[in-house]
């Protein structure tokens, strides 16, 4: 009887733009979508994460079975795991900070920046995180497209920067399209005194790094995770390298134990199986090679270059849902995007060469289907 009620003075509380905001849409989780289709969900081949396909590195899953201090609050400075990172990333380790993925470092540098309305940049197509969090701590997103083949327009960047300009993302390699930022795009960038972020989630599938210049720009932030190619995603951890004067007051808001201990571990042994890792990263690869080579094969979806995981595919002229179903239908999971800018396109994460196969396969059926 009180529930509408109940809402009404709920919405009355609530801040504005929590009302307003659109919620981020995740990736369905694979025991729903099996009970759903009727397929196993060890059947089902999962390439719409971005994640690593051979999983995480062994000796990761031997020490957390061996773990016995789950009781026990984590580190809160996690100086085991920066100084680590120190030597993984070549930069002191007084400034890292670590978060639970880079997702929450992406909304922690927005609580550190803005006030109401204040503007943040973002170049689409790009990643969903960014307008998200934007939205969230009630900024203001304006967004500057990136040109025809996805690069970003710097001119134009410029352009849109007003007083109330905090922070400028760039994912580089970006995610969906794969391709990168030029290191001298981002130092022109730099020179405008605001906060540009370089998101380097996938440095490991490119292997060039904006890192080591952070201590030199003080208004340059570099994130990383180990979600992609140390196949952690499950477990959320990410870091970022900022200026030691950005630090001071990130360390004032950063939630003390954001990072849990199980995370923590996996993260300490992922380092110490580094060869294992890339190896796993060399394999994707190799595979993505394979993945291109075949798609432009076949014709149907048309891949565009990349340096990640994942290649951006041109689907036939309102065909990208309907080919994003059938491959669902066949225990295949690929991204759809349905945006303006993004029209007719499909995002596949490498797999192993045995999903590739099965991938292949279905699009030729697929394929046939529709000429019929
Ligand atoms: C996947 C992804 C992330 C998220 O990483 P987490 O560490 O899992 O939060 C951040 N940025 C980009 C561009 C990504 O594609």
Known sequence: MSKDKDKNLTRKLVRQHIIDLDPYKP?????????????PVSKLIKLDGNENPYGCSPRVNVALTNCNAYHIYPDSSYQTMCK???????VDSENIIVGSGSDELIDLILRLYLEPDDEVINCGPSFGMYPYCTAVNNGKLVEVPRDALYNVDIAAVKEAVSKRTKVIFIASPNNPTGNVTPEKDILELLKMGIVVVVDEAYFEFYGISMARLVEKHENLIALRTFSKWAGLAGLRVGYGIFHSNVIEYLNKIKPPYNVNVAAQIAVVESLADIDYLMGTVNAIKKEQARLIEKLNEQGILKPIPSVANFVLCNAPEGKAREIKELLESAGIFVRYFDTLQLKDMIRISVGKPEHTDALIEALHRIGGASND
């Open 27 to 39: 990736i369905v989780p694979l025991d729903m979508i099996s009970e759903l289709i009727g397929i």
């Open 84 to 90: 680590l990172l120190e030597r993984y990333v070549g």
